[in-house]
């Protein structure tokens, strides 16, 4: 189920402008000759099971659309507290050296 541009998907999308199916919307633009209409069904991967969107689980037979997070940042949507963050994540130590600005602390 998943594609080049979203590796973690287990989902596919039913697109309403022409009634197929793509891993994601990006997909659809490049093996399309239009543009996209926001896809309100999806297609789990494991079981093919057509359902309107769902953000977590299959409603056929309960499996993750998604894979879990992981201890990396993963683009915003991964891991975000820094004390279960993975050591080798860049992110984690990012912005600790900041000060803070006579005025910006009395702005507060």
């Known amino acids: 189920g998943a594609c080049k541009h979203f590796m ?44 309107l969107e769902a953000k977590d689980r299959c409603a056929n037979c309960g499996r993750g659309v998604t894979r ?9 949507e991964g891991c975000r507290n820094r004390t279960l963050m993975s050591r080798s994540d860049h992110h984690k130590y990012t912005g600790l050296g900041k000060s803070v600005s006579s005025k910006a602390k009395s702005a507060k």
């Open 8 to 51: 973690k998907s287990y989902r596919w999308l039913r697109f309403p402008c022409c009634g197929r199916a793509f891993p994601c919307d990006k997909c659809h633009d490049e093996q399309s000759d239009h543009l996209y209409e926001w896809g309100n069904r999806m297609l789990c991967g494991y079981c093919s099971f057509e359902q």
């Open 68 to 76: 879990p997070r992981t201890a990396f940042w993963e683009g915003g």
